[in-house]
């Protein structure tokens, strides 16, 4: 499934990711669409890697980081 979003965005930033997508070979669209992917995975990660660092153990994190200096 799909859904429709719709976004305001200034004139040029528009005009931009128009040229952009252009450059590309993509639609708008698709330039989005690859564009929210990546910054999705980026948040994933970030979370994923905040909720193990809630549940570490620092002392062991910092044993660990030590021996890759070696």
Known sequence: AMS????RLPDD????????AKSRGLS?????????AQA??????????RAMAAKGNVQK???ILDGLDE
């Open 61 to 63: 994190a910092l044993a």
């Open 4 to 7: 429709t979003l719709t976004i």
């Open 40 to 49: 999705i995975a980026v948040w994933d990660t970030e979370v994923h890697f």
């Open 13 to 20: 930033t528009a005009e931009r990711l128009k040229a952009m």
């Open 28 to 36: 708008v669209n698709k330039l989005i669409e690859e564009m929210s």
